[in-house]
């Protein structure tokens, strides 16, 4: 299909207009034709990139899409088998993976046994060796290591807390022993809400659920440990 899709836009011998043109009554553009079998990287779309994975997939350049103006792409993985359609590529067509892949396969095929070095498998391959060698080892006492194991300490002056006493509800802020600080976080949340004009007060239209709110409260912590501030937010359910 590719051979065709090339052959109908470029001269032949009998006539000097291509077919492409003489169907279509106007000249086609070349500028968009790739080398075939070339490596293309294909950009992935925006909305299946992550944030922390490849921003592009390898893949080998097999033709031009019949319905789109896009490219055909093989993924260039041996475990995946699929092809795909893509505008956005960039072509590289000095290389051809699976023409290097054929010569990598060849190559290793013309080595010669005493080229290689013996396997693990090679060498067990008379059963009386492997019996002797079993034999061998089963006789042997397991080998300990000679070292002297010295205990791990991290100093007298070392604390370790894993207590979580962060409150879930203000309730249990306004109970807890740094009652004074979570009040004075909480009124520094609510004289921001009230200075932005974040909400106005209003009747609740007939058939309207209201949706509650809740606070979430944060200690924010010091490299050393120690509470720098006490956080509180006004946020809505769900």
Request: hydrophobic content about 35%.
């Amino acid at each position: 299909m590719t051979v065709s899709h090339v052959l109908n836009r470029v001269p032949n011998r009998n006539k000097e207009q291509t077919p492409h043109e003489i169907w279509m009554g106007k000249k086609p553009s070349l500028s968009y034709l790739r080398t075939w079998g070339c490596l293309a990287k294909v950009n992935i779309p925006i909305n299946k990139k992550r944030k922390l994975g490849s921003k592009t997939v390898d893949c080998v350049f097999l033709g031009y899409a019949q319905r789109s103006i896009a490219y055909r792409f093989l993924e260039d993985d041996m475990h995946v088998d699929r092809i795909m359609e893509s505008c956005d590529a960039t072509f590289f067509e000095n290389i051809f993976p699976i023409k290097d892949m054929h010569s990598t396969s060849r190559f290793s095929s013309e080595i010669t046994p005493e080229h290689v070095a013996p396997t693990v498998s090679e060498t067990f391959e008379q059963p009386v060796e492997r019996e002797e060698i079993l034999e061998k080892d089963d006789s042997e006492a397991p080998r300990r290591s000679k070292g002297q194991r010295v205990a791990k300490s991290f100093g007298d002056d070392f604390t370790m807390c894993l207590v979580d006493d962060t409150p879930t509800t203000i309730a249990e802020a306004y109970a807890s022993p740094d009652a004074d600080d979570w009040k004075e976080a909480v009124q520094c949340e609510m004289d921001l809400i009230l200075s932005n004009g974040m909400w106005e007060l209003t009747e609740r239209p007939y058939g309207c659920k209201p949706v509650d709110c809740k606070w979430v409260f944060k200690k924010k912590l010091r490299p050393d440990g120690t509470i720098e501030k006490y956080k509180a937010r006004l946020v809505a359910k769900g």
